[in-house]
């Protein structure tokens, strides 16, 4: 269903010739195939948002690189790719949210020490999906287990 809703977007950005949007859903429609091709499987609206959820972490990554060279253009596009990105992704958590989430994922787990940290790590991904980063869940696990 994912896939389509990217078609049909792709279709009515080029009908308003919405070229960045146009890029982005061509980028994302790009990495849907890769990844199709390269696993020989149909990806589901759960490995949609999950490349989705990469492409947009990619993104944010970079734009510290373009802060230090000052390239304001670049930063501007890069964050107008990310909120388009993020339109195909569920509400990102709060990090309130996040943390509420992991303390109840610490209990079930009866996890105390750093060491089990990986374990924490592995389950709240599985749990919060693409509705948390990774770096964020790690820092907030980090806290709750020191």
């Not at 993020?86 to 509400?91: G, W």
Request: net charge negative.
């Amino acid at each position: 269903m994912l896939k389509e809703k990217l078609l049909e977007d792709l279709k009515n950005a080029m009908k308003e010739k919405n070229d960045l949007r146009k890029n982005v859903v061509q980028m994302v429609r790009a990495a849907i195939l890769q990844v199709e091709k390269d696993k020989q499987i149909q990806v589901t609206d759960e490995q949609i948002v999950e490349i989705i959820a990469k492409e947009t972490k990619k993104r944010r990554d970079s734009i510290p690189d373009y802060e230090k060279s000052g390239r304001e253009d670049l930063i501007n596009q890069i964050k107008e790719e990310i909120k388009i990105l993020e339109e195909y992704l569920p509400e990102q958590l709060s990090k309130e949210e996040i943390e509420e989430k992991l303390k109840q994922i610490i209990q079930e787990l009866n996890v105390s020490t750093m060491k089990e940290i990986g374990l924490v790590m592995k389950t709240a991904k599985e749990k919060l999906g693409a509705s948390a980063d990774g770096k964020t869940i790690n820092e907030i696990a980090k806290q709750l287990l020191s």
